[in-house]
């Protein structure tokens, strides 16, 4: 078959590079440079960051697929491999949580992306179901559509036939590994054009979109940038959903006749990789400037005095202090007559009754 890539004729396709994104590639790899300091100087909240990242990529990433548990479960799914997955559901969230550990430890040592590590990708993340497809080539051609409200279907794009995916993901894979050896643009143009390709191709029968996810994170990390182990890239795309699909579909329009525009994904891939740098960097920098723990707290509550304040925003934007903690502070603040109680139970909201100090 013609090679028909996003790599195919690299240099005349993806040059000039848009000045937003030079400038979004520049804090990146800025931001980049810090991480590695604070992988030395905070690695308590490094590891509960990863913890973190962990849970929320495995619930987000199979949430656009429409697999979904419980929170409680899907914690106690990740966190503790004894849990035994009870229904279908758990399962494929255990699988692309040991697809995730397989990546951050031993895929990023790979000397280079492979056919034989991607099919691996999919077998474990199909391992927990005992799906006999896992690992293998799709055998007939598939479509990717939208549902609508109405319950109707529109074919979003139609993949690379089952006849030609094989040799395709064979081109796509020989491509990114002789332009990224040849250095000739940045590694983060290249994962995105590389995931570009990969949803195209669509080369399983199911799992296709959970595999591309996976495979961005690997991408990155193996080019240093592995801000996807500790800032869930996974949820910024499901808080961005009809930005996510809409940059893929408008890239893919042309795809099979190399004549697609693959700038609308890989702008909307760098955004969200800018954006996981700057929760990661926040997240550091409150760490490491902050104060003790029940001060950052305090801080934060103060800030966040005009709205109403529960526990799952300050999980979200305290990372590595415990819930005893929060609800210590919580709870200290509250007998001091400075916040009371608007709702009770698991989702318990505060407001303030006075001022804060300023």
Do not use: C
């Given at each position: ?7 195919y ?9 848009p ?6 590639l ?12 604070y ?16 849970i929320?990529?495995?619930?987000a ?29 758990e ?10 550990t ?25 391992a927990?179901?005992g ?14 559509v ?5 319950g109707l279907?529109?074919?979003r ?31 983060l143009?290249?994962t ?52 996510y ?6 890239s ?7 004549q697609?525009d693959?700038w ?12 996981a ?27 966040h ?6 526990m ?9 202090i415990?819930?005893r ?5 919580v709870h200290e603040m ?14 318990a909201q ?5 001022a804060?100090?300023?």
């Open positions: 078959m013609k090679a028909i890539t996003s790599f004729g690299l240099g005349e396709r993806l040059d000039p590079v000045a937003t994104v030079v400038g979004r520049g804090h990146i790899d800025r931001w980049a440079g810090q991480a590695d300091l992988r030395q100087q905070l690695p308590k909240l490094l590891e509960a960051l990863r913890k973190r990242a962990q929320e990529s495995t619930e990433s199979s949430a656009i697929e429409g697999v979904s548990a419980p929170h409680a479960r899907a914690e106690a799914i990740v966190a503790d491999p004894s849990q035994k997955p009870q229904n279908r559901s399962q494929e969230l255990r699988g692309y949580s040991d697809a995730l397989y990546i951050f430890t031993e895929a990023v040592m790979e000397q280079a992306i492979s056919r034989g590590l991607i099919f691996h990708l999919h077998r474990l993340l199909f927990p179901t799906d006999l497809g896992a690992g293998q080539i799709k055998t007939s051609d598939n479509v990717v939208e549902r609508q409200a109405a279907r529109t074919v794009f139609r993949p690379v036939p089952a006849s030609q995916a094989d040799q395709a993901l064979e081109n796509l894979v020989g491509g990114y590994n002789d332009a990224l050896e040849r250095g000739i643009h940045h590694p143009i290249l995105a054009a590389f995931d570009l390709d990969f949803t195209v191709i669509h080369p399983f029968a199911d799992g296709n979109g959970r595999v591309s996810r996976l495979l961005i994170g690997l991408l990155l990390a193996r080019s240093g940038y592995d801000v996807g182990k500790y800032v869930s890239i996974e949820r910024l795309f499901e808080s961005t959903e009809d930005a699909y809409g940059g893929l579909l408008t893919t329009e042309g795809w099979h006749e190399n697609h693959p609308p994904w890989i702008t909307y891939l760098i955004e969200i990789i800018e954006s740098y700057q929760r990661f960097v926040s997240y550091a920098e409150a760490e490491r400037t902050h104060g003790t723990k029940a001060a950052r707290v305090r801080r934060y509550i103060e800030e005095a005009e709205g109403q304040i529960d799952a925003s300050m999980r979200i934007a305290l990372p590595g415990s819930d903690t929060l609800q210590k502070v509250r007998d001091a007559g400075l916040i009371q109680a608007t709702s009770s139970g698991r989702l505060w407001r303030w009754i006075a804060p100090n300023k």
